[in-house]
């Protein structure tokens, strides 16, 4: 999902930057290069580094299924650290590692996390991904962490929380969403866009992009729908803590995001990302998908 909008942004803008996407399954062979590799292939990921001499490397490679890492903590811990590790130590003191981490390394229990706040995750999702940041920033010198919530549409179709609310809702089917659930998430494009700025101001360290405006999980939602014209009553407001998960979540994972105004001038607003995503979402006619 980050990765697709991020490869599209870079290969379109400008000519400033020459682009390879890194695919596992499907390469997305409509435009740029697309290679299709396993990252956790050490050998392979080795043979393309060397190949095409990254200056900058982005790693949003990850399992972003948080039950799925409580069962499969190796799969997590090579691609969120050992990926890392060889990413961050490729060229170390040269080309540069943009490490896409998570709000979900907090707690959640104070919300408007600054970057200097001591995480403590709840999940081995989390808790690999934080070891991950680790890795990034000790394994090279230009590095930077960028601690994020995100949503958009993935290509092909996938199950992300806004595709899973609009295909429920197509099916006029009803829906829960957490009422005690804080976030201020970015629309993948509005997330390429800071990605981009970040890099050419080559800043470094750990940063977090989040919108400048908090929403709970059920007005996130609620949202989305008044602008695709579902009914709000198909979304009943719940608790997180009458679900149970395998794998703890937070429940206020807010990002401030100060730092980022200082170099940006503005966080962006979630209600301009979901313009945007809903604009995107009918233009590349994802109604007619089931
Ligand atoms: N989505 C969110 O709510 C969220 C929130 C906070 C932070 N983030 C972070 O944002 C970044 C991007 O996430 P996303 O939402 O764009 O998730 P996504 O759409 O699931 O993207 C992750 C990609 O990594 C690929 N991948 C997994 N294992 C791989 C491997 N061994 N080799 C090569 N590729 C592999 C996945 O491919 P397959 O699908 O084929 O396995 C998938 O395409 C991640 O670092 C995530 O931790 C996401």
Redesign the pocket.
């Known amino acids: ?3 697709g909008a991020i490869f599209d942004l870079f290969l379109s803008n400008d000519e400033m930057f020459d682009v390879l996407g ?4 499907t390469p997305r062979i409509d435009n740029g290069f697309h290679v299709k ?4 292939d050490f050998k392979q990921l080795q043979s393309i580094l060397n190949d095409f001499k990254p200056d900058i490397i982005i ?6 299924n948080v039950d799925c890492c409580e069962t499969d903590k190796k799969s997590a811990d090579l ?1 969120h650290i050992e990926v890392t590790k060889i990413l961050g130590s490729y060229n170390a003191k040269k080309s540069r590692l943009i490490y ?5 390394v907090f707690d959640g229990v104070n919300g408007n996390y600054r970057e200097n706040d001591k995480p403590h995750p709840l999940n081995y999702y989390a808790k690999s ?1 934080w070891r991950g940041e680790t890795e990034a920033l000790n394994s090279c010198e230009n590095n930077l962490v960028v601690r ?5 549409y ?1 290509n092909p179709p ?1 199950n ?2 806004a595709e899973w609310a609009i295909h429920e809702a197509k099916n006029k089917k009803m829906i829960s969403g957490f009422s005690d659930v804080y976030f201020n ?1 970015l629309y ?1 494009k509005q997330l390429a866009r800071v990605i981009k700025h970040l890099i050419i101001r080559s800043e470094n360290g750990v940063i977090h992009a989040g919108t400048r405006e908090a929403v709970t999980k059920f007005e996130f939602l609620m949202e989305l729908y008044r602008r695709f014209g579902f009914p709000a009553n198909r979304i009943k407001p719940i608790s997180i803590d009458e679900i149970e998960f395998k794998g703890a979540r937070p429940k206020n994972t807010t990002l401030n995001v100060n730092r980022l105004k200082e170099i940006t001038g503005d966080a962006p607003s979630i209600y301009n990302g979901l313009d945007e995503f809903v604009n995107d979402y009918k233009k590349d006619g994802r109604m007619n998908h089931d």
């Open positions: 999902m980050l990765g890194i695919d596992k399954v590799i396993n990252l956790i790693h949003c490679a990850a399992i972003v691609l896409i981490s998570t709000d979900a991904k994020t919530n995100i949503y958009g993935k996938g992300s929380l998430p993948v």
